[in-house]
């Protein structure tokens, strides 16, 4: 079925001048025929203006409405009928697994572990061309942020979300996000899917190497970004105001200090095939990897089937041409023949 529609709808309001112009035409049309019964009788002024017709007049009128009308549709850009049209997303499927427990908070690297993770993220998600993205935040457990989607807004939305205050449970469970990544791909697929883990990797539970293997057999690469310090650095801690309370102690009120664990996560890597980083100051980490990932084979994503407009404004330019060379070239007065020819004919 074919659908009138218009890119520029806001012209269309132009059409309120058809009203005022006929109200325009309509006055001046009175205000003539005014001035004319002053000036003689109406039957006399026909004999001292042979051939005027009115009706001419009237028409004259008309083709110019129509021909500013028909110009401001062609304004609004007027689109009929559609074209279908297939179009192709071609990428791979890529999880990003955020470590959010609260050693991320140190702030060896400024403003914290966590705002830089995020705002690389965030500059990473607007790299992405035809890629589906996925989001997963750990602790102490790990949980499915945001599925595979391609829908990059949606997915810089649950970004902002994930926080230290999301996962309940303090930790860093590598294995557990390794493995939660491993469900959330497709099952049926042994390559196309990449996993980045971004984490200071300290206080791991669990066997994060194993699954790092698991993770390889189902044709996951793994890069992992180590974010921090592997000096040690104290972890601040706020109240819900925001206030700083100082740093986290232990049970003896020691002050912890939190490490990079640089070796697991160069395991992790080496074993899925994929590589390490470490996070420095500038945002080259994820744009590095973001160059490895555009050189893998890509997969069709999705195909979908586009109604595209065509553009018909020309139909209505040339109309409004038209109309509008009909009211320049329709004479007001009619061919008459003098009285002497008359008598004589």
Same mark, same amino acid.
């Given at each position: 079925?074919?659908?009138?529609?218009?890119?520029?709808?806001?012209?269309?309001?132009?059409?309120?001048?058809?009203?005022?112009?006929?109200?325009?035409?309509?006055?001046?049309?009175?205000?003539?025929?005014?001035?004319?019964?002053?000036?003689?009788?109406?039957?006399?002024?026909?004999?001292?203006?042979?051939?005027?017709d009115?009706?001419?007049?009237?028409?004259?009128?008309?083709?110019?409405?129509?021909?500013?009308?028909?110009?401001?549709?062609?304004?609004?850009?007027?689109?009929?009928?559609?074209?279908l049209?297939?179009?192709?997303?071609?990428?791979?499927?890529?999880?990003?697994?955020?470590?959010?427990?609260?050693?991320?908070? !140190?702030?060896?690297?400024?403003?914290?572990r966590?705002?830089?993770?995020?705002?690389?993220?965030?500059?990473?998600?607007?790299?992405?061309?035809?890629?589906?993205?996925?989001?997963?935040?750990?602790?102490?457990?790990?949980?499915?942020?945001?599925?595979?989607?391609?829908?990059?807004?949606?997915?810089?939305?649950?970004?902002?979300?994930?926080?230290? *205050?999301?996962?309940?449970?303090?930790?860093?469970?590598?294995? *557990?996000?390794?493995?939660?990544?491993?469900?959330? %791909?497709?099952?049926?697929?042994?390559?196309?899917?990449?996993?980045?883990?971004?984490?200071?990797?300290?206080?791991?539970?669990? *066997?994060?190497?194993?699954?790092?293997?698991?993770? !390889?057999?189902?044709?996951?690469?793994?890069?992992?970004?180590?974010?921090?310090s592997?000096?040690?650095?104290?972890?601040?801690?706020? *109240?819900?105001?925001?206030?700083?309370?100082?740093?986290?102690?232990?049970?003896?009120?020691?002050?912890?200090?939190?490490?990079?664990d640089?070796?697991?996560l160069?395991?992790?890597? %080496?074993?899925?095939?994929?590589?390490?980083?470490?996070?420095?100051?500038?945002?080259?980490?994820?744009?590095?990897i973001y160059?490895?990932?555009?050189?893998?084979?890509?997969?069709?994503?999705?195909?979908?089937? %586009? !109604?595209?407009?065509?553009?018909?404004?020309?139909?209505?330019?040339?109309?409004?041409?038209?109309?509008?060379?009909?009211?320049?070239?329709?004479?007001?007065?009619?061919?008459?023949?003098?009285?002497?020819?008359?008598?004589?004919?």
């Amino acid at each position: 079925m074919e659908v009138l529609k218009f890119r520029y709808p806001i012209f269309l309001h132009g059409l309120w001048g058809v009203l005022l112009l006929i109200i325009f035409f309509v006055l001046i049309y009175r205000h003539k025929q005014a001035l004319l019964e002053r000036f003689g009788h109406i039957e006399i002024l026909k004999r001292i203006m042979p051939g005027f017709d009115r009706r001419r007049m009237i028409w004259k009128n008309v083709f110019f409405i129509l021909s500013y009308a028909f110009f401001v549709i062609a304004l609004a850009d007027p689109q009929i009928g559609t074209r279908l049209e297939e179009v192709k997303r071609e990428g791979v499927d890529i999880i990003v697994a955020l470590d959010v427990s609260n050693s991320m908070l !140190a702030e060896d690297i400024k403003p914290s572990r966590l705002e830089k993770a995020r705002h690389e993220l965030d500059n990473f998600i607007d790299l992405l061309q035809g890629d589906r993205i996925g989001l997963i935040a750990f602790a102490g457990m790990a949980h499915l942020v945001c599925p595979l989607t391609l829908d990059y807004g949606a997915a810089k939305l649950f970004l902002q979300m994930m926080d230290t *205050d999301l996962i309940p449970v303090q930790g860093t469970a590598l294995e *557990d996000a390794i493995r939660t990544a491993i469900r959330s %791909f497709n099952q049926k697929e042994r390559k196309h899917k990449v996993l980045i883990l971004i984490t200071d990797g300290e206080d791991h539970e669990g *066997d994060p190497v194993k699954a790092a293997e698991e993770a !390889a057999k189902e044709g996951i690469i793994i890069y992992t970004i180590g974010i921090g310090s592997p000096q040690g650095v104290p972890i601040p801690v706020y *109240d819900q105001y925001g206030r700083s309370l100082g740093f986290k102690k232990d049970r003896n009120g020691n002050v912890v200090t939190t490490k990079l664990d640089v070796k697991t996560l160069q395991k992790i890597a %080496f074993i899925s095939n994929g590589k390490y980083y470490i996070a420095s100051s500038g945002q080259a980490e994820l744009r590095k990897i973001y160059d490895e990932i555009r050189k893998m084979e890509k997969k069709e994503l999705s195909s979908r089937k %586009f !109604a595209q407009y065509e553009d018909r404004y020309q139909i209505f330019v040339i109309l409004g041409l038209i109309f509008l060379m009909l009211e320049f070239f329709l004479p007001v007065r009619t061919k008459v023949r003098s009285e002497y020819a008359l008598a004589n004919y």
